[in-house]
């Protein structure tokens, strides 16, 4: 990004640009080692690994930082629907991947809680706690 010029001068530049970092997301890959019983050796290979987008990550995927990204275009009525889109992208992506288990789900109440979700739960218990003693003290007659 070029200093004191704006990255987008179209919604539909941002637009773009966020489908790009989206495909950047999707498509992230690892390298996985694993013992070949057959082969007798470990044996590498590039697997698949996505990961979740983020407003963060699209700013540093284009060479800003964040403050700089709400800034610039929340204030400007024509790019405010496409931050709002892809703030709702933002969590149905990560609500995608840990239904689907793409992430790891133990992740899910930290990771959704940036998005409003919480995983605490308010529950009413209703108890009759009245006690009806009998004491046999045998026959003492």
């Known amino acids: 990004m070029i200093k004191g010029k704006k990255a987008f ?3 539909q530049d ?11 997301c999707n498509t992230r890959t690892v ?24 407003l963060k990550g699209f700013s540093s995927y284009m060479g800003m930082d964040e403050s700089t990204l709400f800034k610039t275009y929340t204030e400007n009525k024509n790019f405010k629907s496409v931050i709002a889109c892809m703030k709702q992208d ?9 239904e689907n288990g793409t ?5 899910a109440g930290l990771w959704m809680s940036n998005h409003g979700y919480t995983t605490n739960v308010e529950q ?3 108890a009759d706690m009245s006690l009806d003693i009998k004491i046999d003290y045998g026959d003492d007659e």
Request: proline share 5%; with cysteine; net charge neutral.
């Open 31 to 54: 390298v996985q080692t694993v013992f070949s019983q057959k082969d007798g050796k470990f044996v590498s290979s590039e697997v698949p690994h996505p990961i979740t987008c983020t």
């Open 124 to 126: 009413k218990v209703e």
């Open 103 to 107: 992430l790891d789900s133990r992740l």
């Open 9 to 11: 001068k179209t919604p």
């Open 90 to 98: 933002c969590e149905n992506d990560a609500r995608e991947k840990f």
């Open 14 to 24: 941002m637009l773009d640009a966020w489908n790009r970092y989206k495909e950047h």
